[in-house]
């Protein structure tokens, strides 16, 4: 599971609360008794309430976190079936969950429907209701496509696409799984905070006047790397350590740092950029087995009328750690991460005593409002954040400004050849300067 801050704090979180109190704080309990939004005949509907059968594709680290979430969420759901590229990824996520005393009877996945492959979201979402998405993100926009064709509802992680073409692709599905009334509830997960929430609704209400500057800063350590073996191909080599392969995960200004982009376009009222000028490179990270994406990225945003966004990501081992947004308006400075505001209005959030587990919120969010036949579309802001991580890789790759029509414009394909345990190059790492805009 990728160790960034926020996923330490859900385990925390998480501890604290117990799944009563969850449900109790969401609501949840009293939206059980509508059904008319369940997708497909699937679900079973002689059943009061129907079961929604679970499909988890990607079994790592956030796909047993969003397991967990959507059992507690909602008492009448099961895992039923799941995928991942690798067999060994799925016997040991289900072994580990299988444990748990607390989903006993609530895990239900034979070998039959376990299934292995780059194919795997397509059979895992032939047998569920609700398809958990938290594999590898460059297959995000196939798994998405299936699913609505399937009319599936889904819990989406971030990043949604690693390229503009994927990024195309993913945007049209949500928009055809908003017009088939299918839930996609994103994994940006500080929208279901809700002390987030309420900071930003001071912001809009004026308490910070007119906003001329936003500070975002994802600067943290390193992450994970699972080894190489000689029996493994490069593709396999690749995908077990996925995160360090633009094509893969997108780059860690998308992968991880995203949360602060997101935070800055939600903090913008999901207004997109004019265009980005960004930096960047790999200084320490600089050993082979580290594939192609950069330590470290900085961008000036331009949002228009004077408005900046200055961004900073850096995965450097034993050096600073910020992770922090801070927006500076005309009549004050609004702390996003602490929740306070400081200036002509001095405001702080104070927690009313419920549990405030961000991860837990979306999928009670998700599940109550797949009850209540009002299904949660966030496809369009996962797509928008998404953008704005992937303009600031193509503007620091290249050393060129990017606008945001250019980067949703853009042709670079970074999909493997063929979807195969083969070889697949890698490809050199930009060079600012000499690596062209595609
Ligand atoms: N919202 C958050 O706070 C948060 C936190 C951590 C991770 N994430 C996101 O969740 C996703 C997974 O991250 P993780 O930390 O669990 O990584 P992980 O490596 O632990 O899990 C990813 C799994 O996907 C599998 N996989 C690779 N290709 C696949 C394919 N084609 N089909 C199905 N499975 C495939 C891998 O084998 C692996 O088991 C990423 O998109 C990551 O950015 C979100």
């Known amino acids: 599971m990728t160790q960034s801050p926020i996923d330490s704090s859900s385990d925390e979180l998480r501890a604290g609360a117990s799944r009563r109190q969850v449900l109790r704080a969401a609501g949840v309990a009293t939206a059980l008794g509508a059904t008319s939004a369940i997708a497909g005949a699937s679900a079973r509907q002689d059943e009061d309430p129907p079961t929604l059968r679970l499909g988890l594709v990607g079994c790592g680290g956030r796909g047993g976190g969003a397991v967990r979430d959507a059992l507690r969420a909602d008492p009448n759901t099961k895992l039923v079936a799941m995928g991942d590229a690798f067999d060994d990824r799925i016997s040991s996520k289900l072994a580990e969950l299988n444990a748990e005393e607390e989903f006993k009877g609530r895990i239900d996945v034979p070998s039959e429907r376990a299934f292995a492959g780059f194919d795997c979201h397509e059979k895992v979402t032939d047998n569920c209701d609700v398809v958990l998405m938290a594999s590898t993100p460059h297959f995000r926009p196939a798994q998405v496509e299936y699913a609505v064709k399937a009319g599936k509802h889904m819990f989406v992680e971030k990043p949604v696409a690693t390229d503009a073409p994927g990024l195309r692709r993913i945007w049209a599905a949500c928009d055809e799984a908003k017009e088939k009334n299918l839930a996609v509830v994103s994994g940006l997960c500080y929208r279901y905070q809700n002390a987030k929430r309420a900071t930003i609704e001071k912001i809009r209400e004026g308490a910070i006047g007119d906003i001329k500057a936003i500070e975002c800063s994802y600067d943290t350590g390193g992450l994970w790397h699972r080894g190489q073996k000689p029996e493994w191909s490069e593709m396999e080599t ?22 602060n982009l997101d935070k800055m376009i939600w903090t913008m009222d999901d207004k997109p950029p004019l265009s980005v000028k960004a930096n960047g490179g790999r200084i320490v990270r600089t050993d082979p087995k580290y594939g192609n994406i950069y330590d470290h990225f900085s961008a000036v945003y331009d949002f228009g009328d004077g408005v900046k966004g200055f961004f900073s990501c850096r995965q450097i081992p034993g050096a600073f750690r910020d992770v922090s947004d801070h927006a500076y308006g005309t009549k004050g400075i609004a702390h996003l991460q602490s929740h306070r505001i400081e200036g002509e209005t001095n405001w702080r959030y104070r927690n009313p005593g419920v549990p405030d587990n961000m991860y837990q919120n979306e999928h009670n969010e998700l599940f109550a409002s797949i009850r209540a036949g009002e299904p949660i579309h966030n496809g369009d802001y996962m797509c928008r954040a998404t953008l704005l991580a992937l303009m600031g890789r193509m503007s620091a790759y290249t050393g060129q400004e990017i606008s945001w029509n250019q980067a949703l414009e853009s042709k670079e394909d970074l999909a493997p050849k063929s979807y195969d345990f083969g070889d697949n190059p890698v490809k050199a790492v930009a060079q600012p300067g000499i690596t062209p805009f595609v």
């Open 238 to 259: 690749q995908l077990r350590n996925w995160l360090y392969y633009t094509w893969a995960s997108g780059d860690h200004i998308a992968e991880q740092a995203i949360h």
